[in-house]
């Protein structure tokens, strides 16, 4: 085998991919460099021309979101609300992407000739044997039957339309552990029982209200004859699955600035962030039934299991990865805050994949990882470091969420496929609307049996109406579009996400004044009056005590020292495991943390086994 | 055409890509999901199973990264210092390379089972009808004659294999921009004549040297029958253009972390810093005369002006770009450190994709991108966004170069069709060494006679031994190996690479001391007692002169106010031009300037209608 040059050779002669006003001088150069016919030692220079186009393509974007950033600097210079970055973001999308579709119509040339020849089958590899020479294929995917012709026009839109796979396991991973990382977590888990509530239940609900909405729309269509290809059950499900995971970034980005009531907040924010995680589970359960069709009874009872076994899988797993990482930063790796940056953020990285290698749910890994790593490990890191990653994961979430919304607005005409049905779209604005309601209203009355901080009508409105679809919506959308269904799904969630993005989070801040939500609230302070009331829910408060005697002195340099919180019989083993910061140290943090849960200290359990050993290996590390 | 799903579907089952002892779990679970024939359905799974492998394989290089990092800590923890970081992390890659080549047999499946059609030509595309369906095929590169059947077996050694264009785009411009940006400015230019030698004539003789000598060793191998294709005198002059090319990092590191001699330091980073680049240009004039075979003379006229013209556009494109991003950042966007870096850092990532775009050296326009933005950009950056953009890119170069350099370890084995020549590899070292001698000691005998203070023989010595080959050699060899010519050269620049990093990098500590050369010098000191004598080249004192009293006040937020530069008769003009804060802040390093350069000060020039339009244009914004 005697290549690895595996850079795409599709020489195409760039006719002005680039009509933005920077980029001019690119059109002129890049125009000149003819691919010409494929003779031998032409293959070099078609690859340099290929190179010079992908670097135009990663220009394009990387121009869009300077653009965006500009504007956004604009608006927040003149302090202008009513449009958030991402939307701003995905309307320069869209014009890039008309711009692309219309302005630019690449002419054909000989290198794209092709060739059809029978076989029977389709291998993943494919060897051509030209006059004596052989060259590999590598399979791309089906295309659609009598469109063979189409293939060479659509060359340019199809490099811009990148492989989903970079939203897995490059874009996403840092939204969601920056999210993990930089959550309120007091707040979080005052409200547990209802995020939870919201996130599991509430996404289930959705999910198969509007999937069973769906389903009648699809039936009725097919009655008036305008489904133009199969959709089952498991299809109008799957669609349920995507389009109930909300989105945390635009709502929250305005709730952020302007201070809203911290429980608001903390409740949309719970419940965007597992949602996500509920969503992918979910969809991925329904996919893995698929093919039996429209038989949906016996997916339901196994899917419900599955999911489950996975998340609890998933959380156990990077719980205990976080944990490891904490053990790892334990030891001098202060002392080098790069080094300990640099292994913080892969570690991070790892989670995600090792989940996604394993099978597990990469995303709901990476968000618990960064709870996690923000609880714990953020305790061991040095003061250099703890600026660091944060500003590191602040850089990497605001780039990636612009980078996804601008290519929102980018694929809605450069994506080749789009399959847009009025009647399903009308269908799908009706269900999701519908399922929103079926989740927030009912749940919140059942909650509110419960709750002794009621959640209040307004507040019930307000998570109604910023039930935002975003990102997440979009890439499990993007992932699979190989058929008919999923292809009208994808067009019908790209203008879901528009409309909400656009409509919902634009009026966003005039839905807070008209519904009376108090803003400009202090959480700190806020949260320093309610702290003392004992709100949260009995198994969290004994693991709060756990966690604070236990876990937090074993794991962290932070806490009360073991000596203080063992039984006096353990007294050996508590001094060779409590860092000696910790006597030096009593944070402000910890002292609120001992008034409010100061009951439980009695409780004197000892530390499991697991963490024993973790704790006698890390301190010999030390 | 009915897809995006671009997923590479080689739907093989995983039979344990791993070894590693932390990814047992993946192993297990990873080899359940086997692929099956490739039936309707299916095509989802094998998707969801090809991006569990690549999740892997991703894995596979984080935690080679995750090992260096923790290594690298043990040894700066211990003081060992004969061991760079660059030298472990090959060694890491190494070892998992020999894994994944002699540990895992990849069983065959059915889905990758290879068929051969002849037609005449090789399309970029091919679509292939089977049964009634279209599927898309892209063409991956030649395959070598009779070596057809070995292609499935290879698989999972060339997914690991990845493509040279992440290397271009995505892993060197932060090194080198970080090159840039970190750069001593002052000690550079100070020796900015010795260094340009070196660099542009130096490594112009390296490369005819080396090329010469090749190609007798050549000659001589093709008499000997020992030689098994072509191999043409442009290709000599290639290899000779690749090896010339020093690599920055492990030297260098050293050097800071010893506080070496400054101009010593100035030196070797100088010269191996641009000659990458000029390595890149004469390696990419060679490769555009290449199809005429080894007719040298029409080549060498041609390829030094074009390469003259090329360096000439790009160092002015970047210098414009580098201007501009300056005076974007010039306005309030300061108060927003999140977006200043974004947009700072788009800026410089833009540089390189539009150079490369343009057809221009995209590492030449970013290394002078970062010189420019250290320069005047970092002045205009709110003290939070100098931290960061610091940070940031120190991480990235940090992750870039380990990754880049594990990566080289590990296509020793992973690679798939090295060429070992013993005696090409025997004259490539002879060449490379003879090639750095006649760049180092004829050149700095001729600049000893203009220079006052000489370049000392202790001097030549270590820039003899520490002409390390890293990075730059690398990707440059990686980026075509399609030829038998190309697949020796890679190999054995491979072998250079290994050597002079194992043998020369960990070798630096002992010569320094054998040599004599002051160490734990201080920087600033030494800079202060010198920069008084005026040592600069003429040219660079005028240049100085002009860019402190115009050109900083025009661009930045820091120098002397215009108004006291310029001539009375623009009096209203330059106070226009000149930012409200460059009259309350007389900064330090603006003083010592001013105290070196006051020669220069009544040169009453304008300044140019450039910069005119630009600066006013940033005061209406601002």
Known sequence: M??????FLGGKPSKAPLLLPFLLTVLLVGSQGDGGAMDNGATERIAEESHRQDSAYLLIFIMLLTLTILTIWLFKHRRFRFLHETGLAMIYGLLVGVILRFGIHAPQSMSDVILSCAVNGSPATLLVNVSGRFYEYTLKGEV???KGHQVQDDEMLRKVTFDPEVFFNILLPPIIFHAGYSLKRRHFFRN???????AFIGT??????IGLIMYGFVSFMKVVGQLGGDF????????GAIVSATDPVTVLAIFNELKVDVDLYALLFGESVLNDAVAIVLSSSIVAYQPAGDNSHSFEAMAMLKSFGVFLGVFSGSFALGVVTGVVTFTKLRDFPLLETALFFLMSWSTFLLAEACGFTGVVAVLFCGITQAHYTYNNLSPDSQDRTKQLFELLNFLAENFIF??????LFSFQSHVFNPLFIVGAFVAVFLGRAANIYP????LN???????????????MFAGLRGAMTFALSIRDTATYARQMMFSTTLLIVFFTVWICGGGTTPMLSFMSIPVGVDSDQDNARRSTKHESAWPFRIWYNFDHNYLKPLLTHSGPPLTATLPACCGPLARCLTSPQAYEEPKFANFCFNNVYRGGQETGTTVSAYGLVLGILSKLID
Chains 1, 2 share one sequence.
């Not at 089952?232 to 669609?239: A, E, N, Q």
């Open 144 to 146: 659609g039957q009598g």
């Open 232 to 239: 089952y059950f498991t299809d109008c499900l799957f669609f």
């Open 449 to 463: 049996l419960g709750r002794k901080n009621k959640i209040g009508y307004n507040f019930q409105h307000v998570m």
């Open 2 to 7: 005697g290549f690895t040059r595996s850079r």
């Open 406 to 411: 601008s290519y929102m607005g980018l694929t």
């Open 192 to 198: 547990i029982g209802s995020i939870l509530a919201y």
């Open 443 to 446: 749940l919140s009355f059942l």
């Open 204 to 209: 289930v609900i959705s999910c198969f209200v």
